[in-house]
């Protein structure tokens, strides 16, 4: 039972802090320009093509520094000549941009790299099994991607409470017109914090994509997921994403270890029901059965109890 | 789109014109066929690489040699339902505005059940226009038993008949003393999981079924916690009937974690898997299949496949079953001369048709379900003539059962339609 606990913990906290680095650039891009960018997860996914592209000529290293680049560049041109001209149009205009730009990075993947699932490998060098516990081995590949995800977490939260320009960024979301009057140029602030949060994106994808397989289908699972951390974090809190991160990730993974059900709750209680009853499905569901969709279970709970989200300071 | 119909409608005319004139000429007009699967969305691969190998056996056994009716080509219409029962409702209408009177259809049992179900339906309200189902390739057992139509028809072994076979085999290693399955969270997943346990049950009670888990179909980003539950419950080997992203993600979890244990699958191989999978998956994956894999059997295959191959270099063919469907679908035709999905059903029926690989194949008329035999091949580049994913790893059959031990009872009771 306790391999399992630790294990479980071990894998929640891998998969926390990627989905951190994901929701981190969403955060900030949200609070900032009031727009949820639902393309954020395809710059995810074009992240890990790009770093398979890179990869089967350079090698990973190379990909894991010039794939998020590439896609931050990306990022950057889709803020400065698409939506800071939708921008005039208000946010629903916005909105729909985001919307058409995630259908079209998924279409042009699928165009250039085929549907097939990519054979992107992690380097040999951290082949190897990190330590072995209880006879499972953690791969020294996951222990880098908590390496990656911790770094960028401390140099992001350094960068924006203690340096120069993480006081203007902080101020830009909040007082946008105040800063512009102090003389900052606010859209190049936009189009840099945009650029920033979809390379995280990018880098997200480089290291998940060798784990979590690289697919067209890949943006489309863990997309909605990344909305529901921003919303249970509070809105523009990168503190709060990086712990509702970590929420969801612990919740997801101790559920699917979890070996209990409907059907231990009934014998608890004394009560049974036949096999054939109509509601059967019902009776009989487990909670690793269920456990994909308890992030979303959080998120009307956290917002019926508190709508700002954890360490949201906005009120609308 | 309207272009289309308005020169079919046209070339309809066309067809009148002349056979009142005393039929001058036969009429070349298209015999058209659809095939709806995923062609969008997380389960793209299979269905792409699916149009391609269907579109390719059209071309080479067909249209190159002639056609068929006396020269007429076969068109494939390929329609995307995204494998969302929803959307495969929207297709379905789409298909007989379109006139198609034939759709291929094989991923997904929810979706199959789905179209079998709209178009017993619909056949039943628009006698003369009525649709036929070729299923290549979903085997929830139900679509042959309980839910048996007339107008279904399917080419490939169902669920129970694979796992009889699969556990026939498990069953031999003496080295298995548990077991763990775990599959996606719909129809499919289910009858594989209690009739994996059913038959281990029969055949070898003391295997232990350690663990039978269930994951949400296409929604699952990291199978890692579900392997740790595997390496903790001490099972010895594993069984599941996940495909697509599903299956390679989970395989890949499984070997991530140093877990050395067998892994028997439905669909472990090709579309990126076999090359994603490589060395690490050697001798572990092992599939339950039709037609054998290497060594194929025959020159004809070979050739084929070396065709498709010149032609579409990237791809491979995955389901040969797909060559056969077309093939008999095509051989009832040409028994019937006519396109009409009621006299194709009735040729279909107890057809005996010899296949590329050199076997005969059957269709039960009782429940329209193939009879042909089973292999299990071994995930390997050792002895692999034709590899997948231009890899050098691809499937090396190393367990036969014939035909006639595949055969199983059936409960259909199927609803004839009169004419």
């Not at chain 1, 992240?47 to 990909?63: E, H, N, Q, V």
């Not at chain 1, 208000?90 to 097939?116: K, M, N, R, Y």
């Not at chain 2, 001798?283 to 339950?288: E, F, M, P, S």
Request: glycine share 8%; charged share 15%.
């Amino acid at each position: 039972m306790l391999e399992v606990f630790i294990f479980a913990t071990l894998n929640g906290v891998v998969t926390g802090l990627l989905l951190f680095m994901l929701a981190s650039g969403l955060t900030l891009i949200f609070s900032m320009m009031g727009v949820l960018n639902f393309a954020h997860a395809s710059f995810y996914m074009l992240g890990a093509y790009f770093a398979y592209s890179i990869s089967l000529t350079m090698g990973f290293w190379l990909g894991l520094i010039f794939a998020p680049l590439i896609v931050g560049v990306i990022g950057a041109m889709v803020e400065r000549y698409g939506l800071r001209r939708v921008h005039k149009s208000g946010h629903v205009a916005e909105l729909v941009f985001t919307f058409g730009a995630a259908f079209l990075i998924e279409e042009s993947i699928q165009f250039f790299w085929g549907p097939d699932t990519k054979n992107y490998q992690s380097p040999d060098i951290l082949d190897f099994p990190l330590f072995t516990l209880f006879g499972q081995e953690f791969s020294a590949y996951r222990g880098f991607m908590i390496l990656i995800s911790m770094s960028i977490f401390i140099v992001l939260f350094r960068v924006l409470t203690r340096s120069r320009i993480g006081i203007i960024i902080q101020a830009a979301i909040t007082h946008p017109h105040t800063v512009s009057n102090l003389g900052h140029n606010v859209p190049l602030i936009f189009m840099g914090v945009f650029g920033v949060g979809t390379a995280l994106a990018g880098l997200a994808g480089v290291i998940a994509g060798p784990v979590l397989t690289t697919f067209p289908g890949m943006a489309v699972v863990l997309g909605s997921i990344v909305f529901v951390i921003v919303v249970i974090g509070g809105l523009g809190s990168l503190a709060g994403a990086f712990i509702a991160s970590l929420l969801i990730g612990l919740l997801q993974s101790y559920a699917i270890a979890s070996n209990v059900g409907m059907p231990d709750l009934l014998n608890l209680l004394g009560v049974s029901f036949a096999r054939d009853h109509p509601l059967n499905d019902l009776w009989t569901v487990t909670l690793p059965q269920i456990a994909p969709i308890l992030p979303f279970l959080l998120l009307v709970l956290v917002l019926i109890f508190r709508p700002t989200g954890l360490l949201g300071k906005r009120e609308e | 789109m309207k272009n289309k119909y308005i020169t079919n409608k046209f070339n309809g005319l066309l067809i009148c014109a002349l056979l009142s004139l005393g039929g001058i000429s036969q009429a070349q007009e298209p015999v058209r066929i659809a095939f709806m699967d995923p062609l969008s969305s997380t389960f793209a691969s299979i269905g792409t690489s699916g149009l391609k190998q269907i579109q390719f056996a059209a071309d080479y056994l067909f249209n190159s040699r002639g056609g068929i009716l006396g020269g007429r080509m076969i068109e494939i219409v390929a329609l995307d339902n995204k494998q969302s029962p929803t959307e495969t409702q929207l297709q379905f209408r789409r298909a007989v505005s379109d006139g198609l009177q034939i759709i291929f259809q094989g991923n997904s049992s929810a979706v199959a059940n789905t179209l079998s179900t709209t178009i017993s339906r619909f056949n039943r309200r628009n006698p003369g226009k009525e649709v036929l189902q070729i299923n290549y390739s979903a085997v929830d057992p139900i679509l042959t038993e309980d839910n048996c139509s007339f107008w279904h028809f399917r080419f490939d072994a169902h669920a129970v008949m694979k796992l009889d076979v699969l556990t026939d085999f498990i069953a031999m290693n003496e080295d298995i003393k548990s077991m763990y399955i775990i599959g996606q969270d719909y129809s499919f997943g289910h009858v594989v999981a209690d009739t994996a346990i059913r038959f281990l049950n029969e055949k070898r009670p003391d295997i232990e079924i350690v663990g039978s888990e269930f994951h949400p179909i296409g929604q699952v980003k990291d199978f890692t916690p579900y392997v740790t539950k595997i390496v903790s419950s001490g099972a010895d080997a594993v069984i599941t009937g996940n495909f697509g992203a599903d299956m390679v993600s989970l395989a890949r979890s499984i070997i991530d974690s140093g877990l050395d244990i067998p892994i028997y699958t439905f669909y472990a191989a090709y579309d990126g898997i076999t090359a994603t999978l490589g060395e690490d998956g050697k001798g572990r994956i092992h599939l339950i299949h039709n037609e054998t894999s290497n060594p194929i059997p025959t020159q004809e295959r070979k050739e084929f496949i070396r065709a498709f191959k010149a032609k579409n270099p990237n791809n491979d063919v995955t389901q040969p079953r797909l060559t056969n469907a077309l093939s008999m679908v095509v051989a009832a035709m040409e028994k019937t001369q006519s396109t009409d999905p009621y006299d194709i059903a009735l040729a279909l029926e107890d057809m005996r048709f010899t296949t590329l690989g050199g076997e005969e194949i059957w269709m039960r008329g009782e429940d329209h379900q193939i009879f042909q035999s089973l292999h299990i091949s071994v995930h390997t580049d050792e002895g692999v003539e034709f590899d997948a994913d231009n890899s050098g790893f691809g499937l090396r059959s190393i367990y036969h059962v014939p035909a006639e031990e595949t055969i199983v009872e059936t409960s259909c009771q199927m609803r004839r339609p009169r004419r």
